[in-house]
Nanobody, 125 residues
Framework: VQLQASGGGWVQPGGSLRLSCAAS?????????VGWFRQVAGKEREGVSC???????ANEDFAEGRFTISRDDKKKTAYLQMDNLKPEDTAVYYCATRARPAFDCSTVGDSYDIWGQGTLVTVSS
């Protein structure tokens, strides 16, 4: 299973971006939960948002009210809609999923074992 993250780019403060995370590979059956994470150079990776097998979602505090995670199982794609972006949201964003079913919604990186390559989001004026 491979994950391909895309949709990053440059946006002004207050703007929006939608990140996509496309799954592929002959072994892909379903998203066994999806997590979005981000990392700024020199800092530790942090969780952003998650969606579980049954559609339960959760956001970290900084994302609440601004970011929305979703998935389209037919398209094998998960999304992170980011609105009202701030300069401090600048980071490389990663998506992750699991190789085996797990029913929790987690923003802990160790909960996932399949990672995409990351997409850069830059928020500046």
């Amino acid at each position: 299973v491979q994950l391909q993250a895309s949709g990053g780019g440059w946006v002004q403060p207050g703007g929006s971006l939608r990140l996509s995370c496309a799954a592929s590979g002959p072994d892909f059956v379903d998203f066994y939960g999806v997590g979005w994470f981000r990392q700024v150079a020199g800092k530790e990776r942090e969780g952003v948002s998650c969606i579980s097998i049954d559609g339960t979602t959760a956001n970290e505090d900084f994302a609440e009210g601004r970011f929305t995670i979703s998935r389209d199982d037919k398209k094998k794609t998960a999304y992170l809609q980011m609105d009202n972006l701030k300069p401090e949201d600048t980071a490389v964003y990663y998506c992750a999923t699991r190789a085996r079913p797990a029913f929790d919604c987690s923003t802990v990186g160790d909960s996932y074992d399949i990672w995409g390559q990351g997409t850069l989001v830059t928020v500046s004026s």
